[in-house]
C-alpha cells in the first residue's frame, strides 16, 4: 500500500564483472535499452559494481538524479545483494529500494556463445527488475534479541572443540552427544599422524575440560527430537535416552544422598549378558550394562535396554547405597533455549563389503583401517598385538589397499570423491607395523598418495625411508587361500607396467567415508542443504566455510567434508567464532519479509492459521472483529498464507501481489502496456 | 615432430632414434573416433592400473589394457593401432567390471580393433576366423575330434547351428558381405598383409 504516490524514479547499474558479463553480450545496449524503460532516469554502467569506485557510483547517482529505486544488473544476490543495500543505504534510501538482476550465474555464464540471444535475455532481466523496484517500498528489518547461549551436538574432537571455544568466551553451551561418552572416532584411534602422538593422550584433556568446564551443559547418550525457532532465538528439544543408570547428580534429585553412579563397575561384573561392544567395533564383548572403554566421559555405566534381561543383579550389585540403577527407567524430554548452533556430527565409514573385490566380511584376514587402530592400540581388544583374526598368528607381510571405495564413479556405495585421510593413516599404519613387528614389511597400493598437510611429506619420506614397500596400482581384486587364509592381492605395478600378484598376511582396507545415517534427519531438523556428495553444505566453499545458508547454524569437522583431525579443530575454532558473534552482538537483524494481514480486507476465517508451516499465524480480535495476526519473528515469508488467502488479505512485504504481477507483466508484454 | 638423424647407419639410426613424445604426434580426432564407437568416456582413465590388474591376459602375454587407454587419451593413433598386443584382449570384461572411473576398456578396445580394420592392419587368424564364419557359420567349426566327444556324451554329432541347419549359411554370408567383411579378409590375405 503505496502512501504517497511518488513518482518513480529508478536508476540501473549494470556490472561488467570483468569479462564475466561484458565477454557474452553487449553492456553497451542493455544500458541504452533501460533508458527507454518507464521511470528509469539513470543508466550507468562499470568494470565492477561491487568495487568501492562501483558502489560510490550507486550512491553518488542517488543524490544526483534523486533516485527513489536502484536496480543492479550484475551478480547473484547470494554474496552481492547485502553490499550493494548498504551502498543504496550510503546514497540515502531505504535499503529495501534496492533490485538485483541477476545476468552473470543466470545468463552470460549459461549462454556464453550466443551474444545476441544473452544480450536480449539481459534486456528481459532488467526490464523486469525495473517493473519491480517502481513498486519497492520503504521496510525497517526487525531487531530481535538472541539468546545467550549456544548448542553443539555431537561431541568429537571437533565439537568439544567449539564447545569449549564457546565456553570459554563466556557463553553457555549445551554440548550434545548420542554416544553414552564423548570422543568420537578420534578416541578409537591408536596414534594420530603426522606426529605420532598418542591419540587418547592428546584427546583425553579435551575430554575431561568439556566434562567440568561451567559454561559447559554435557547432554550425552542424547539426541535432538525437534528444532523451532530462528537465529538468536532457537527452542532445541533433547530426547534424553533411558540409561538405566543415574549420575550422582540425579541420584540426589532423587533423594539418594551420596548416591548415583561412581563407575565401579560392580554391576557389569554381574551381568550375565555379552553383546559386542561397538567401540572396537565388535571385536570385544561388553555386558548389557556398560561403559565404552576406561576414560569414558561421563564416567556412567549404561544399560543397552535392547539386551538387557531385567533379571535384577546389577542392581543388588551396586547396593543400597549407592542406588544408581533403574531399570524402569525412561527417556525424558528437555527443552533448551539457545541463540545459535553448531553440528559436529562427524562420519562413518562405507559398508566396505559391498566392493565385493576385496573381500571384506568374507575374508577373515582383511580388515579395515578402523580395526587395524583397534588392534594396534595397547588398549583396544588384544592389547596392542597386531594378529590375524584366522588364527591369532601376527602377520609379516601386510598389504594397504588405498582408494578403497574413494574415487570411484561406479555408483553404489562407493564415493567419487577423496577421503583425505586415508592416504596419511595407511602411512601411520605402515610405520607402526615396522616399528612393533621385526621384520614386518608393508605393500601400500596406492594411485597418489596425498600428503598436502603440514610436515605430511616429509611423513611420507620417513615411511618409504623406513622400509615401506610402495606400489603405484590401485587393487583390481584379492583371492583367499582356503586352508593358509592367506591373501593374494592383484594389481597392476603400473610403473613397471607389469602385472603383480602378492600373497599378504593380512589385508587393511583404507575404506571411504561417508555421511552419518541420520545426518539427513539432523540436516532437515536445521534446515541445511547438503552437497552433491551427501555431506552438509556451507553457506560458500571458501568465504563462508562454517557458516551455512540458515541463519545461525554453523558446521564443524567431517560432517561438512572429509578432513583430518587439525582442519577438523581449525574449522571447530571458525564456527566457535561465527556462533559466538550474533550472541556477543545480542540482536539479529531479521529480514522484513513477512507477512503483514490488511484487517480490512481479512475475512477471520482462520484457513491460513493452520496452513504456516512455522506456526506464525493467529486469530485474535481487533476493535471488535476477527482478524489473523502474524508474529513476525516466526515468520520466514515462505508465502504458503499470502498465496493461499481467498480475501488477498495477506501482503508479502517485499514480495507483494503487485509487485510480482509487475513482473510477470513486463516479461510478458515485453515491456507494452501494462 | 621427432626430429630425423643421419648416421648413414640405418641400425644406428634406429638405436639412437628420437623417442621424445611430441604433441604433434597425437590425433585428437583417434580420441573422438574411440569414444563414438566404444561409446564410453575414453578419456577419463586415470591410469589406476585395476584394468590391468583384472585381466587374464596381462600376466601371460605384453597386453597391457591400460597402456590402451594410455594411448587413446594421448590420440597416439598409430602406436595403438600398430601394436599387435591390440588382439590380446578376450573381452572377458573383467576390467569393464572393476574399472573406478565407469569406463569399459574392453569396448575401448573394440573400437580401436575396428579403427585398426580400416587401415587393414587385422591379424592373419582373425582374417581367416572371417573366412570360416562365412563358410561354415561357425569361428571355431566342428571338428572329429569333438564329433567324437559329443557322441561320446550322447549328444549328435553336429549341433544344431549352422552345422545342423546348414541352408542358414546364405543368410549369415549376405550380413557378411553388408559389411564387405570376407572380401577385405581375402584381399589383406592375399596380400600377404600381417
Ligand atoms: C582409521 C582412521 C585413522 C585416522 N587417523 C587419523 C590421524 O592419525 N590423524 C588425523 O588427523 N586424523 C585421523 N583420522 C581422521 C579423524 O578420525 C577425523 O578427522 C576426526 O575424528 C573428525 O572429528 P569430528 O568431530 O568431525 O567427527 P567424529 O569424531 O566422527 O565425531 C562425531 C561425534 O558426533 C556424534 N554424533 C553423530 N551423530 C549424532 C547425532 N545424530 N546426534 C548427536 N551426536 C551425534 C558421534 O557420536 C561422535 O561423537 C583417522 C580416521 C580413520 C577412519
Ligand atoms: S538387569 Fe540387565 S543390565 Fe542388569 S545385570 Fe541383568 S541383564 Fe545386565
Ligand atoms: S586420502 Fe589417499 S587413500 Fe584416501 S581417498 Fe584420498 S587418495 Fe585415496
Ligand atoms: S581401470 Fe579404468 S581408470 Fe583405471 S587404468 Fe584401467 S581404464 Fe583407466
Ligand atoms: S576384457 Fe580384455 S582387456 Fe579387459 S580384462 Fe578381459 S581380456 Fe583384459
Not at chain 2, 574392453?106 to 580400416?118: E, G, P, Q, S, Y
Request: proline share 6%; net charge negative.
Amino acid at each position: 500500500m503505496a502512501e504517497a504516490k511518488e513518482q518513480p524514479r529508478i536508476g540501473v547499474f549494470i556490472c561488467h564483472c570483468g569479462t564475466n558479463i561484458a565477454g557474452s553480450l553487449s553492456i553497451e545496449e542493455v544500458k541504452e535499452y533501460a533508458m527507454t524503460l518507464p521511470g528509469v532516469v539513470a543508466a550507468e554502467e562499470y568494470q565492477y559494481m561491487c568495487s568501492t569506485p562501483g558502489q560510490s557510483l550507486i550512491a553518488d547517482a542517488i543524490a544526483e538524479h534523486k533516485l527513489n529505486g536502484v536496480v543492479v544488473a550484475a551478480c547473484s544476490p547470494r554474496l552481492h545483494e547485502p553490499t550493494f543495500r548498504t551502498a543504496t543505504q550510503e546514497g540515502g534510501l531505504n535499503k529495501f529500494r534496492f533490485e538485483m538482476a541477476n545476468i552473470r550465474d543466470q545468463n552470460s555464464w549459461v549462454h556464453m556463445h550466443d551474444w545476441e540471444g544473452a544480450t536480449s535475455k539481459a534486456k528481459d532481466q532488467v526490464r523486469i527488475a525495473v517493473a519491480k523496484a517502481r513498486l519497492l517500498e520503504d521496510l525497517e528489518p526487525k531487531s530481535v534479541p538472541v539468546e545467550h547461549a549456544a548448542l553443539v551436538l555431537g561431541a568429537g574432537v571437533g565439537g568439544m572443540q567449539a564447545a569449549l571455544d564457546l565456553a570459554s568466551a563466556g557463553i553457555k553451551t549445551y554440548l550434545v552427544d548420542k554416544d553414552p561418552t564423548v570422543g568420537g572416532r578420534m578416541s578409537q584411534l591408536d596414534k594420530t599422524f603426522p606426529t605420532l602422538d598418542c591419540s587418547q593422550c592428546i584427546l583425553t584433556p579435551k575430554m575431561v575440560d568439556v566434562g567440568r568446564h561451567p559454561n559447559i551443559e554435557l547432554r550425552t547418550f542424547t539426541e535432538v527430537e525437534n528444532v523451532e525457532g530462528y537465529i538468536g532465538n532457537f527452542t532445541i528439544t533433547l530426547r534424553k535416552k533411558a540409561r538405566g543408570v543415574l549420575s550422582p547428580a540425579e541420584a540426589e534429585e532423587r533423594g539418594i544422598v551420596g548416591g548415583g553412579c561412581n563407575g565401579c563397575g560392580d554391576c557389569s561384573e554381574v551381568c550375565p549378558v555379552i553383546k559386542p561392544n561397538p567401540f572396537e567395533l565388535g571385536m570385544a564383548p561388553r555386558k548389557a550394562i556398560y561403559i565404552y572403554h576406561p576414560q569414558v566421559n561421563p564416567l556412567l555405566y549404561t544399560i543397552d535396554f535392547d539386551s538387557c534381561v531385567k533379571c535384577g543383579l546389577c542392581v543388588t550389585a551396586c547396593g543400597e547405597e549407592k542406588k544408581a540403577i533403574d531399570l524402569d527407567m525412561v527417556d525424558t524430554f528437555e527443552q533448551v533455549k539457545v541463540g545459535t548452533c553448531i553440528l559436529a556430527i562427524g562420519y562413518d565409514l562405507i559398508p566396505i563389503e559391498e566392493k565385493t573385490e576385496w573381500g571384506y566380511k568374507r575374508y577373515d584376514n582383511v580388515i579395515t583401517g578402523l580395526e587395524f587402530e583397534r588392534l594396534i592400540c595397547a588398549s583396544g581388544p588384544t592389547g596392542g598385538k597386531l594378529i590375524r583374526p584366522s588364527d591369532g598368528q601376527i602377520p609379516k607381510k601386510i598389504g594397504f589397499v588405498l582408494c578403497a571405495g574413494s574415487r570411484d564413479n561406479t555408483g553404489g556405495v562407493a564415493k567419487p570423491y577423496c577421503s583425505r585421510f586415508c592416504c596419511m593413516y595407511s602411512l601411520k599404519h605402515a610405520h607402526q607395523i615396522m616399528e612393533k613387528i621385526p621384520g614386518a614389511v608393508p605393500y601400500i597400493f596406492y594411485m597418489d598418495i596425498r600428503s598436502f598437510g603440514k610436515m605430511y611429506e616429509e611423513f611420507y619420506y620417513r615411511i618409504q625411508n623406513e622400509g615401506a614397500k610402495f606400489i603405484r596400482g590401485r587393487v583390481a581384486n584379492i583371492l583367499e587361500d582356503p586352508s593358509s587364509k592367506n591373501l593374494t592381492v592383484f594389481t597392476e605395478d603400473t610403473l613397471l607396467g607389469r602385472p603383480l600378484s602378492l600373497e599378504m598376511d593380512m589385508v587393511v582396507l583404507a575404506a571411504a567415508i561417508q555421511p552419518k545415517p541420520e545426518a539427513e534427519r539432523i540436516r532437515q531438523m536445521f534446515g541445511v542443504s547438503k552437497s552433491q556428495d551427501g555431506w552438509l553444505l556451507e553457506a560458500h566453499p571458501k568465504l563462508n566455510p562454517c557458516g551455512t545458508t540458515t541463519a545461525g547454524i554453523y558446521l564443524a569437522g567431517v560432517c561438512q567434508g572429509p578432513k583430518d583431525i587439525p582442519d577438523t579443530v581449525a574449522q571447530a575454532e571458525g564456527a566457535a567464532s561465527a556462533a559466538s558473534i550474533p550472541i556477543h552482538t545480542g540482536e539479529v537483524q531479521l529480514e522484513p519479509y513477512f507477512a503483514q494481514c490488511v484487517d480490512e480486507l481479512c475475512a477471520g476465517c482462520g484457513m491460513c492459521v493452520n496452513l504456516c508451516p512455522y506456526g506464525a499465524l493467529a486469530l485474535v480480535e481487533k476493535n471488535g472483529r476477527t482478524v489473523m495476526e502474524v508474529t513476525e519473528a516466526k515468520c520466514k515469508g515462505c508465502g504458503t498464507c499470502g498465496g493461499f488467502c481467498p480475501g488477498g488479505a495477506i501482503k508479502m512485504q517485499h514480495f507483494t501481489s503487485p509487485q510480482i504481477c509487475a513482473q510477470i507483466d513486463a516479461f510478458l508484454l515485453e515491456g507494452g502496456e501494462q | 615432430m621427432a626430429t630425423d638423424k643421419n648416421y648413414g647407419n640405418p641400425e644406428l639410426e634406429n638405436k639412437l632414434r628420437d623417442r621424445y613424445y611430441y604433441t604433434t604426434d597425437s590425433n585428437p580426432e583417434f580420441l573422438e573416433d574411440v569414444k563414438t564407437l566404444s561409446r564410453t568416456i575414453a578419456h577419463m582413465c586415470f591410469q589406476c592400473g585395476t584394468c590391468t590388474g583384472s585381466c587374464p591376459s596381462a600376466p601371460r602375454s605384453s597386453y597391457r589394457i591400460r597402456l590402451f587407454m594410455r594411448r587413446g587419451v594421448l590420440g597416439l593413433e598409430q602406436e595403438a593401432l600398430n601394436d599387435p598386443d591390440l588382439w590380446l584382449c578376450t573381452t572377458c570384461y573383467s576390467c569393464t567390471d572393476r574399472c573406478p572411473r565407469d569406463i569399459a576398456p574392453t569396448d575401448v578396445i573394440m573400437a580401436m580393433r575396428n579403427l585398426a580394420f580400416k587401415y587393414d592392419i587385422v591379424p592373419r587368424n582373425f582374417l581367416k576366423t572371417v573366412q570360416l564364419i562365412y563358410n561354415t557359420g561357425h569361428g571355431v567349426p566342428n571338428n572329429d575330434v569333438n564329433r567324437a566327444a559329443r557322441v561320446k556324451l550322447g549328444l549328435t554329432a553336429d549341433p544344431p547351428t549352422t552345422h545342423g541347419y546348414p541352408e542358414f549359411i546364405p543368410g549369415i554370408q549376405k550380413i557378411m558381405d553388408h559389411y564387405e567383411m570376407k572380401d577385405n579378409a581375402d584381399r589383406i590375405l592375399a596380400e600377404g598383409g600381417q
